[in-house]
T-cell receptor
């Protein structure tokens, strides 16, 4: 079964609104989670590293004030796209490495965001 | 900056044929991953390669890693339609699970 879940699976929103996406590790604790973005027909690009109990680390070119990340517990990270615009429409995927299972990273099912 | 390049980007092949997908990366890394993605879906883990010379096989897919050449291959044997998908290789940048992905290879297996 799935070990990392995301909610919602898809969301359509109006331009200018904010959207929150949740990523949960279901049966293990994840002190670190990763957020990726995938535009249609493109590869995955790492946006940021979510760290439980501390600030997220953003990749170069990713606006931290636009993509707010909160890692409030050992099983939950949230990504909030603030003031979303059509160019933010994408497939957002989170992942989490599993402690004690070396070199294994579990990917969530993804959230498809469409901004009208 | 780590760059990961896959070749080819698009591949159409007939069932029963063999082919190899290549993944080159630009800086030293000792962790290379192969994933499969079906349309509209997330990633399915195929292989994790951790050392030079590592070879792993699962069904009709076999992956290998040459860290000296900074090259990994994904070999498809006797392709079947169910293998149609996009395949990504990814390299762990800093041993901290931050992955850099290749562009992906869109594979179509025709009956």
């Amino acid at each position: 079964g799935a070990v990392v879940s995301q909610h919602p699976s898809w969301v359509i929103c109006k331009s200018g609104t904010s959207v929150k996406i949740e990523c949960r590790s279901l049966d293990f604790q994840a002190t670190t989670m990763f957020w990726y973005r995938q535009f249609p027909k493109q590869s995955l690009m790492l946006m940021a590293t979510s760290n439980e109990g501390s600030k997220a680390t953003y990749e170069q070119g990713v606006e931290k004030d636009k993509f707010l990340i909160n890692h409030a517990s050992l099983t939950l990270s949230t990504l909030t796209v603030t003031s979303a615009h059509p160019e933010d429409s994408s497939f957002y995927i989170c992942s989490a490495p599993r402690s004690g299972v070396p070199d294994t990273q579990y990917f969530g099912p993804g959230t498809r965001l469409t901004v009208l | 900056e780590l760059k990961v390049e896959q070749n080819p980007l698009f591949l159409s092949m007939q069932e029963g044929k063999n082919y190899t997908i290549y993944c080159n990366y630009s800086t030293t890394s000792d962790r290379l991953y192969w994933y499969r993605q079906d349309p509209g879906k997330s990633l399915e883990s195929l292989f994790v390669l951790l050392s030079n010379g590592a070879v792993k096989q699962e069904g009709r897919l076999m992956a290998s890693l040459d860290t000296k050449a900074r090259l990994s291959t994904l070999h498809i044997t006797a392709a079947v339609h169910d293998l149609s998908a996009t395949y990504f290789c990814a390299v762990d940048r800093t041993s901290g699970s931050r992955l850099t992905f290749g562009e992906g290879t869109q594979l179509t297996v025709n009956p």
